[in-house]
């Protein structure tokens, strides 16, 4: 039995095993405790892959840097968790999913908990014990350890399927858009398109930079205009190439952008929005005030560029 803990492809399968784990975990998060769409997730062996193969890749990753397989189950299983509970809380407390602009809205994240919404249920609970749990069974069952050139080799691969993976797989909208809503959510939703697409992967989605595209009924003026009215000065938006705000406009995470196009360019009241895309007025109202609150840095962004360039 020494032995075969020991073992190098052992241990690598197990670790391996151990990310499938935890991107099921995330599945369940991303499902909000839903059965019947957890059950939808893993009906598609495509879409439940998509969203647990960066779990698995990570593992390996961390094994090949760190050469032990219970660190780095217990540091792929910390991110996985992190990012579970964030989604999950965001859900609970907003019905919206977590898009990778979210990371950097810390602000948002103490207020939502400030309102109550941050708790600890028993999933999160259960989900912080398997990991510790996991890492245990891991540091008992898998001690094989790499060589110098193994460990080399193992990083560089993980790390080449990470980026091949992101740039290939993760930013194709084709192969996004091959995925259909789930039973009883709308595909006008881009909510709930998202939660039909699971977790991580629609959150690795989500990061891309969409190519300039002008929306139907576009008018940079009236693009201006609506930004201006979040500005004692309205300079910061005059004057700027209407390629330059079609693309901050296109960077935008699919929801913004969705209620925006429609509030701005297709004259739709919250609402209109809200019947359209089945959310609730308020959601229509937050997405399309983070959409500006967005748009409006990223003209900040560009003017200070342009002064000091």
């Known amino acids: 039995m020494q032995k075969f803990r020991n073992n190098v492809i052992w241990t690598t399968v197990l670790t391996a095993l151990a990310g499938v784990c935890l991107g099921l975990l995330s599945l369940y998060f991303a499902a909000a405790g839903s059965g019947a769409m957890c059950r939808f997730y893993l009906k598609d062996p495509l879409l439940a892959a998509l969203n647990v193969l960066p779990f698995v890749l990570f593992a390996l990753l961390l094994f090949g840097l760190t050469g032990r397989a219970w660190l780095a189950f217990l540091l792929d299983g910390v991110v996985c968790l992190v990012y579970s509970w964030a989604a999950y809380w965001k859900w609970l407390g907003r019905s919206e999913p977590l898009y990778a602009d979210d990371v950097a809205a810390i602000r948002e994240a103490v207020q939502i908990g400030g309102r109550g919404y941050i708790t600890v249920t028993w999933q999160i609970a259960a989900s912080l ?14 001690r094989g350890r790499l060589s110098r050139r193994g460990r080399a080799a193992t990083t560089g691969a ?3 399927l990470c980026v091949l993976g992101y740039f290939g797989v993760y930013r194709s909208s084709t192969l996004y858009d091959r995925f259909a809503a789930a039973p009883g959510r709308s595909a006008w939703s881009a909510n709930d398109q998202f939660q039909s697409r699971g977790g991580i992967y629609p959150f690795l989605h989500s990061i891309r930079a969409a190519v300039p595209k002008a929306p139907d009924g576009y008018d940079k003026r009236e693009a201006e205009a609506l930004l201006a009215e979040y500005e004692d ?19 935008l995470p699919d929801g913004y952008r969705t209620v925006f196009n429609l509030f701005t360019f297709e004259n739709k009241s919250h609402k209109e929005i809200a019947n359209l895309l089945h959310i609730n007025e ?28």
């Open 129 to 142: 014990l398997l990991v510790v749990l996991g890492t245990l069974a891991l540091a008992w069952l898998a």
């Open 158 to 160: 993980a790390l080449l």
């Open 233 to 251: 000065d309205d300079k910061i938006v005059k004057n700027i190439p209407q390629e330059t705000l079609l693309r901050f406009i296109s960077e």
């Open 282 to 309: 308020k959601s229509s109202s937050s997405q399309l005030h983070r959409a500006r609150t967005i748009l409006m840095n990223r003209v900040k962004q560009y003017w200070a560029q342009y002064e000091n360039g």
